[in-house]
């Protein structure tokens, strides 16, 4: 087998490297412009001023803060998750060690924070699809992401929940680290556009 010298060796330059980093902002940009652009557009309609600002990179934000809307009674934070190979999201991802609803969950809380007084949402938008898979060795077995988020997420933990459907829930509550009426409308206030 041919090996390259070192010397040889392509490096990458820091240029580079920011480079690549654009390219996923790339997505994030588009993203926010559109929903803004749609936004205005939703405003002539109404013929009022509903829509407020939007903030790029509100460090008040959490992980939601790629860009956060703000309206005359609502703010809504943003995640923008943009993968060139678009693998579906799995439960690790989630509600793993990283999973990204705690960090939904955060961002949530210090939005709530900042603008009291405001109805808070969050919204994760990606490229990358909710897998569709069921596997005995994921951190929810009994349902895939797909069919849980189409099934469940919108109607959020209920005193009818089966056995099985309650103890997702459950997972998904220690996850986040909230409970009762907090993790509700958590629930309630959490978005998907995958």
Known sequence: ??????QLQLQESPAM???RARWGYGYQDKIATERILNLLREN????????EGVRLADLDAGRV?????VWRNKVEGNSIKWSREAAPFNWGELIGANGLLKELADGYQRLKNR???KDVSVRLQSNRPPSLEKNHAQLISTFSVADFLKDHWSIGPTIHDSDEIAE?????????GLSGSDFSNFIKSCNFSL
Not at 44 to 51: K, P
Not at 65 to 69: E, I, T
């Open 115 to 117: 603008w009291p007084g």
């Open 65 to 69: 803060d790629d860009f956060v809307l």
């Open 1 to 6: 087998m041919n090996q390259v010298p070192p």
């Open 168 to 176: 997702v829930w459950s997972k998904i509550s220690m996850h986040v």
């Open 17 to 19: 490297g920011e480079r």
């Open 44 to 51: 002539l309609r109404a013929g009022a001023i509903i829509f």
